[in-house]
């Protein structure tokens, strides 16, 4: 099932053209499989293509990055390049599908905005097998993998250790759940579950899903904990057959509180001066770190302010060299990550944007952080013009 069609639209003028391929990866699939619909956009830099997909009913969406390929010059000496728009479709219906209309969008060489509309091909959707269905199947397709973790392998009786299963791959993970561990630790463990977390990804041009389930347990009685290997029955599209992911086994020992070895006074005496001695150097050294990371920040503020702003608006130049590229949109979140550096003295550059918002008050910083963010995952198009002028009165320029 790995064959495509191509829908190919050549726009053209007297030495103007523009070229759209507008693809579905594979034609076929099975219930929930995920599909690839891209438009390829081969244009001159200035034309600035912008793709508005639909809503796809019948359909879960994952929003690919927007890549670009590096611009090239024909036999004219005219620049060229290739801008993909891409979407994850996972169907939720089955049948022969007809996808609704792609809107093309671009400027002419007069400056005029076209709007050009798209076909895609349709997309055959075949029904999950019966046969070889396990009873505990939960509609899981693609190819994942499950992991199970503890950050403890001893705990005392009355306290809590963490157990972390994780779910992994190309596959329609953000419908799993692990629901009934309570059963399988009862009368052993009680079971406090955590929200579950998730995050998606690219891998050889498929949307990978890793959702994260975090469990809090505390055990009942002393011995060994024994935490099952779990099962997690999936269907295989490549191999059209169902499949089973398990996680490996794991202990954990449950001490008493009590246990700890006996000391004599003359011993107790010598642990504790020992210990006196331990508690002051450590003081000693933590003084003399906090005064270290003191003048470091002093050091820090007085460079940037002797610096200016020099730092953020080469990271700026920079990231106009490559507009249209992957790199863009990384380079301006390290401009404005810079910027504020600058303006509170406060590194954010591993701080994630709701993290950069609860700590530091920079509404201008923050809102241009989350258009960014909204670009490079898919969950918008803004005009780049009007994000390069705000980035660029953000700077002071």
Not at 67 to 89: C, I, N, Q
Not at 117 to 146: H, S
Not at 323 to 328: A, I, K, N, V
Not at 358 to 385: C, Y
């Amino acid at each position: 099932m790995n064959y495509f069609a191509v829908l190919t639209l050549l726009i053209s003028s007297a030495a103007w053209g523009l070229e759209a391929d507008v693809r579905v990866v594979p034609m076929q699939v099975y219930h929930h499989q995920q599909a690839r619909i891209e438009v390829s956009v081969t244009h001159e830099p200035r034309e600035k293509p912008t793709v508005e997909f639909p809503v796809f009913e019948g359909f879960w969406v994952e929003t690919f990055p927007i890549h670009a390929t590096e611009p090239k010059y024909d036999t004219s000496k005219v620049m060229w390049r290739t801008t993909v728009f891409r979407r994850g479709l996972f169907p939720t219906r089955g049948g022969k599908l007809e996808l609704p209309r792609i809107e093309l969008r671009y400027t002419d060489a007069d400056g005029m905005e076209v709007q050009q509309p798209l076909d895609p091909p349709r997309l055959t959707v075949l029904p999950l097998p019966k046969e070889g269905r396990p009873a505990t199947f939960r509609g899981i397709v693609g190819q994942p993998k499950l992991e199970t973790t503890v950050h403890e392998t001893s705990v005392a009786i009355g306290r809590s250790f963490r157990l972390r299963v994780e779910a992994h791959g190309a596959a329609n993970l953000w419908d799993l759940n692990f629901a009934g561990l309570e059963t399988i630790f009862a009368g052993k463990a009680e079971v406090f579950p955590v929200k579950p977390r998730v995050v998606t990804g690219e891998l050889d041009g498929r949307i990978t899903v890793r959702k994260t389930f975090d469990f809090d347990l505390v055990p009942q009685s002393e011995g060994e904990l024994a935490i099952p290997a779990l099962v997690l029955p999936y269907f295989d599209p490549d191999d059209a057959r169902y499949k089973i992911a398990r996680s490996l086994p794991l202990t954990v020992q449950v001490v008493s509180a009590s246990v700890a070895p006996a000391t004599t006074r003359n011993e107790s005496a010598t642990a504790a001066a020992k210990n006196l001695w331990i508690g002051w150097t450590w003081i000693a050294a933590a003084v003399g770190l906090l005064t270290i990371v003191l003048l470091l920040r002093w050091w820090n503020r007085s460079d940037a302010s002797r610096d200016g702003r020099r730092i953020p608006r080469l990271l700026f130049e920079k990231a106009l060299t490559v507009e249209g590229s992957d790199e863009f949109s990384p380079l301006l979140i390290q401009t404005i990550k810079a910027e504020m550096f600058v303006r509170h003295g406060q590194s954010v550059e591993a701080l994630s944007t709701d993290e950069i918002a609860q700590q530091i008050d920079d509404s201008a910083g923050v809102e241009l952080l989350t258009t960014l963010d909204r670009i490079r995952f898919g969950g918008g198009s803004v005009n780049a013009d009007e994000l390069k002028a705000s980035i660029k009165k953000y700077l002071g320029h």
